[in-house]
């Protein structure tokens, strides 16, 4: 019990003090960031001076690892509101929000770390392979501080539409994106495939588009993308010529309006994945999939052959894609190729699907498909006018079928279903 007590008589070696920790006036700043850039320059390695004064440049955090869409990576501007310039500090240490939460300003010592221009992004780190790492977590606390101030309200740039927001002097900083919304070929999916990071595209009305990047290890990534459109909220990267947006969370999503239809496409698919379809087999074995080789790829692919040609049945259907009231006129497209000998693929559509292929009143679409057996000579569909699904849903089917005798081979992409 002595033991016990000679142990507990002072609880403070728990939490290590504040003041050393996490913040600290021991730096003076005396670089900004656009100082930082300057004389990295356009090196991917920049070792500045180990040796000499102090060199702090300051900032204030705008990204967050709390919800784990962010990595071992910190965000910062150089002012709270209108910055000029952002950069992003590689750290290898996780939960950088308790240290760092959004809206605190932090200083970096910039003595013997490393600077880039890695991939179109200013990042400032340790070394890894030649290139700008992560700083040792035993290095953290020598070089990044947090200053002993008050966290502040970070306000964003605000852009109407995506168009403006994409200047290099905007990498790093929050920003918010007004009048845009996932793409019609993004509805049905979650923020994050399963198994890696993913990018899904925003657009805005003039149809200029930006990807929203989402780690798979998002608290978010398995939620579905919202529908509406409205504004969105993140830190712009880049990724050589690609734009990329990050969120933090999705209380960064805010589309509190209806969707808006760019070039009038209501819903468009080019088939990375079959979330907005259901898959029937009515007959045989084998089914639709999507196909991840061949020109173009990725696409809707089905073949009854597989050691040999199958009796097939197979029903691929889109989900209810909603037309306007107030269109004048509706259609749809899509693109064929086809392979091999066989029963050419039946396209149909509907506005009133039991969930039943079989007991559906379908409607034959009279559309082009691909006549040549052969792979990469792609058909147009042609526009099929679907006028009378206007003001209720439209369901879209392809159907395929095989025989022990013949088996072609059928690739649907790109479809699209617009409105005036």
């Not at 705008?62 to 910190?74: A, C, L, R, W």
């Not at 990724?239 to 070039?263: E, K």
Request: aromatic share 12%.
């Amino acid at each position: 019990m002595l033991v016990l007590n000679s142990c507990v008589k002072d609880d403070d070696y728990a939490t290590p003090p504040f003041e050393e920790y996490i913040c600290s006036e021991a730096w003076t700043t005396n670089r900004t960031i656009s100082d930082v850039i300057a004389e990295i320059g356009n090196s991917t390695l920049y070792t500045f001076p180990a040796e000499g004064e102090d060199q702090v440049v300051e900032g204030y955090v705008v990204s967050s690892d709390e919800t784990g869409n962010f990595y071992k990576t910190i965000s910062i501007q150089d002012s709270r509101e209108n910055p000029t310039r952002g950069i992003q500090i590689e750290l290898n240490k996780t939960n950088l929000f308790n240290s760092y939460p959004v809206g605190s300003k932090i200083r970096v010592r910039l003595n013997g770390l490393n600077g880039g221009l890695v991939n179109g992004v200013y990042k400032i780190g340790g070394t890894y392979q030649g290139g700008v790492g992560q700083l040792a977590e035993n290095l953290v606390n020598e070089h990044v501080k947090r200053a002993c101030e008050d966290d502040v309200t970070v306000v964003p740039r605000v852009f109407n539409g995506i168009a403006a927001a994409l200047s290099n002097n905007y990498i790093n900083t929050l920003v918010t994106l007004e009048g845009v919304q996932f793409k019609a070929s993004e509805m049905g999916n979650t923020y994050s495939e399963a198994n890696a990071t993913t990018n899904r595209s925003l657009q805005d009305a003039n149809g200029v588009e930006i990807i929203l990047r989402t780690s798979n290890y998002a608290d978010f990534a398995g939620d579905l993308l919202p529908d509406g459109s409205g504004k969105i909220t993140g830190v712009l990267s880049k990724y050589n010529n690609t734009w990329q947006f990050y969120i933090r969370d999705t209380d960064d999503v805010v589309f509190d309006q209806p969707r808006f239809y760019p070039g009038g496409v209501i819903f468009e698919d080019g088939f990375s994945n079959l979330n907005n379809w259901t898959a029937y087999s009515i007959t045989g074995a084998l089914g639709w999939e999507i196909r991840n080789f061949g020109n173009p790829a990725p696409c809707a692919y089905m073949s009854g052959y597989s050691n040999g040609n199958q009796a097939n049945e197979d029903w691929l259907v889109s989900k209810a894609i909603e037309i306007p009231a107030g269109a004048t006129s509706a259609s749809f497209s899509f693109e064929t190729d086809r392979g091999y000998n066989g029963n050419a693929l039946e396209v149909f559509y509907t506005t009133d699907f039991t969930g039943d292929v079989t007991t559906t009143n379908w409607t034959v679409a009279n559309a082009l498909l691909d006549t040549q057996n052969d792979w990469g000579t792609w058909t147009n569909s042609g526009e099929i006018n679907v006028n009378a699904a206007i003001g209720g849903n439209l369901f879209i089917a392809f159907k395929y079928t095989s025989t022990t005798s013949a088996a072609a081979t059928w690739e649907v992409d790109n479809v699209k279903v617009s409105v005036n």
